[in-house]
């Protein structure tokens, strides 16, 4: 079954309106958290580490006021687009790691993704 | 700078034929490398990652990538495909399954 669950799947909002995305981890507790955005026919590009406790860290380019990030707990990750323009439209997939004893326990599980369109 | 190049970006191949997708990387230390697999409007599954040791790595559903430090590259294979491969795949590096650094990915179409 899945580990990591993502909610919504699809979601359609007004211009001018906020979103909020969920990020579960199911299996495991995770005080890391990561979010990355995909443009249509395009890659996978990281927007922001979460953070559990503390604030989200945010890569170069990416607006922390328009993208806000909060870790409430070591399983809940939340990703809210405010103010979403039609230029926000895109796919946005969050990504949990899971470190085992050694590396060859270490994996990245990534939610199923949301579509967000912003009309 | 970490960077991961797919030069393919379209492939075609038919069906029970085998597959090569390349994937060149650039990473500053010991590379951590995967594969993932996406399928229309859902998220990553991981094929196969790369951590140290043997350099051909098996992974799920058939798939097998080789190591070459000398090339920089982590190429992904299968023996004979099948239409259910039809996806987008995706080279990623990073250190660990920490931040990844994604390829710009390769869309397989399988002919029948």
């Known amino acids: 079954g899945a580990v990591v669950s993502q909610h919504p799947s699809r979601v359609i909002c007004k211009s001018g309106t906020s979103v909020k995305i969920e990020c579960r981890s199911l299996?495991?507790?995770?005080?890391?958290m990561f979010w990355y955005r995909q443009f249509p026919k395009q890659s996978l590009m990281l927007m922001a580490t979460?953070?559990?406790?503390?604030?989200?860290?945010?890569e170069q380019g990416v607006e922390k006021d328009k993208f806000l990030i909060n870790h409430a707990s070591l399983t809940l990750s939340t990703l809210t687009v405010t103010s979403a323009h039609p230029e926000d439209s895109s796919f946005y997939i969050c990504?949990?790691?899971?470190?085992?004893?050694?590396?060859?326990?270490?994996?990245?599980?990534f939610g199923q993704g949301t579509r967000l369109t912003v009309v | 700078a970490q960077s991961v190049t797919q030069p393919d970006i379209h492939i075609t191949v038919s069906e029970g034929a085998s597959l090569e997708l390349r994937c060149n990387y650039s990473?500053?230390?010991?590379?951590?490398l995967f594969w993932y697999v996406q399928s229309p409007g859902q998220g990553l599954q991981l094929l196969l990652k790369?951590?140290?040791?043997?350099?051909l790595v098996q992974g799920i559903k058939g798939f097998e990538a080789e190591f070459k430090r000398s090339q920089s590259s982590f190429n992904l294979r299968k023996p004979s495909v099948h239409w259910s491969d039809a996806a987008e795949y995706f080279c990623?590096?990073?250190?660990?399954?920490?931040?990844?650094?994604f390829g710009q990915g390769t869309r397989l179409t399988i002919n029948p």
């Open positions: 990504s949990v790691p899971r470190r085992g004893r050694g590396i060859w326990n270490t994996e990245a599980f």
């Open positions: 299996d495991f507790q995770a005080t890391t």
């Open positions: 979460s953070n559990e406790g503390s604030k989200a860290t945010y």
């Open positions: 990473y500053g230390a010991t590379p951590y």
């Open positions: 790369y951590f140290s040791g043997d350099t």
């Open positions: 990623a590096v990073g250190a660990r399954a920490q931040k990844l650094v």
